[in-house]
């Protein structure tokens, strides 16, 4: 099932996507899907929240928000890829590299991504995002994966200068309105367990710049949840977003950074592609 949050009648509603329609859930199952996550991990039927419907609207008349609006937590996993440690120059680390994002660096499907007027070092990242289903602490590995909702995509816009400022990346990571997240997401059940080996992509202006598959995370969905869950309790709606594979515009040479006009588009198979526009910030 692909679910997919968006505006509708100036209220933020939830529905199902099939094919290019969207079936609008009732109001009662929440306004996106985090919160029709929460209120299943609170004990309601998922197939009896999603068996009803408002209305039915065509995709193209609908403007998406980020699936989960507001989520918890947004974890990110760095250097994931062996590929992309060795194009960044790291030595590749045992444990996994976390940073944190913000509500606000978020922006749907075919909303822009906006380049800060701090710096011009805005580059692309695309990767899988993990949406949790249930609450959990010290969760065991080989039960990691029923605490899985479902899974989206994500474009972990970064701004270079600010990432390296710091010893911690957080602050060229959340950026506002750096962070595409959409377009839907793609239950548990309807894709491999774990995501496993389904082959991801990044476009720029059309051009493939990146392109692997997920089979080749290090740190693979299981491993993130658990060793998360050591330290964190993990809710419904967090979102983990799962790094990156090589082919980034920071090291190449000559660097390629995404500019206003640009179009970036990340697709994994299975469960979408995820476009945003390149936008300069406006000026306060």
Same mark, same amino acid.
């Given at each position: 099932?692909?679910?997919?949050?968006?505006?509708?009648?100036? !209220?933020?509603?939830?529905?199902?996507? &099939?094919?290019?329609?969207?079936?609008?859930? /009732?109001?009662?199952?929440?306004?996106?899907?985090?919160?029709?996550? #929460?209120? !299943?991990?609170?004990? !309601?039927?998922?197939? &009896? =929240?999603?068996?009803?419907?408002?209305?039915?609207?065509?995709?193209?008349?609908?403007?998406?928000?980020?699936?989960?609006?507001?989520?918890?937590?947004?974890?990110?996993?760095?250097?994931?890829?062996?590929?992309?440690?060795?194009?960044?120059?790291?030595?590749?680390?045992?444990?996994?590299?976390?940073?944190?994002?913000?509500?606000?660096?978020?922006?749907?499907?075919?909303?822009?991504?906006?380049?800060?007027?701090?710096?011009?070092?805005?580059?692309? +990242?695309?990767?899988? !995002?993990?949406? @949790?289903?249930?609450?959990?602490?010290?969760?065991?590995?080989?039960?990691?994966?029923?605490?899985?909702?479902?899974?989206?995509?994500?474009?972990?816009?970064?701004?270079?200068?600010?990432?390296?400022?710091?010893?911690? %990346?957080?602050?060229?990571?959340?950026?506002?309105?750096?962070?595409?997240?959409?377009?839907?997401?793609?239950?548990?059940? #309807?894709?491999?367990?774990?995501?496993?080996?389904?082959?991801?992509?990044?476009? =720029?202006?059309?051009?493939?710049?990146?392109?692997?598959?997920?089979?080749?995370?290090?740190?693979?969905?299981? +491993?993130?949840?658990?060793?998360?869950?050591?330290? @964190?309790?993990?809710? /419904?709606?967090?979102?983990?977003?799962?790094?990156?594979?090589?082919?980034?515009? %920071?090291?190449?040479?000559?660097? =390629?950074?995404?500019?206003?006009?640009?179009?970036?588009?990340?697709? @994994? &198979?299975?469960?979408?592609?995820?476009?945003? /526009? @390149?936008?300069?910030? #406006?000026? %306060?």
């Amino acid at each position: 099932m692909k679910l997919v949050s968006f505006l509708y009648k100036n !209220a933020s509603r939830v529905g199902v996507l &099939e094919d290019e329609q969207v079936r609008i859930l /009732p109001i009662d199952c929440g306004h996106d899907v985090g919160t029709l996550v #929460a209120k !299943a991990a609170q004990g !309601a039927s998922f197939a &009896e =929240l999603t068996d009803g419907t408002d209305a039915t609207v065509a995709l193209a008349d609908v403007t998406l928000l980020p699936p989960v609006t507001e989520p918890g937590k947004i974890i990110c996993v760095g250097l994931n890829y062996k590929d992309h440690t060795a194009e960044s120059d790291y030595q590749q680390p045992d444990y996994p590299t976390f940073f944190l994002r913000l509500t606000t660096s978020l922006t749907a499907h075919d909303a822009p991504i906006e380049r800060p007027l701090a710096s011009d070092s805005l580059d692309f +990242e695309g990767e899988l !995002a993990i949406i @949790i289903g249930k609450a959990g602490r010290h969760v065991a590995r080989e039960s990691a994966l029923d605490y899985v909702f479902g899974y989206s995509v994500f474009n972990d816009g970064s701004v270079r200068e600010y990432q390296f400022k710091s010893p911690q %990346w957080t602050i060229g990571k959340t950026f506002d309105k750096t962070g595409g997240f959409g377009p839907a997401v793609v239950t548990a059940d #309807a894709l491999p367990a774990g995501a496993h080996g389904l082959d991801i992509q990044t476009r =720029l202006n059309g051009e493939v710049v990146q392109s692997s598959n997920t089979r080749y995370m290090i740190h693979d969905v299981a +491993e993130l949840i658990t060793v998360l869950s050591e330290a @964190i309790t993990l809710e /419904p709606g967090d979102v983990i977003v799962a790094g990156t594979p090589a082919g980034i515009g %920071w090291a190449r040479n000559p660097r =390629l950074l995404m500019r206003d006009g640009d179009v970036c588009e990340v697709t @994994i &198979e299975g469960i979408g592609t995820l476009r945003n /526009p @390149i936008v300069d910030e #406006a000026q %306060w």
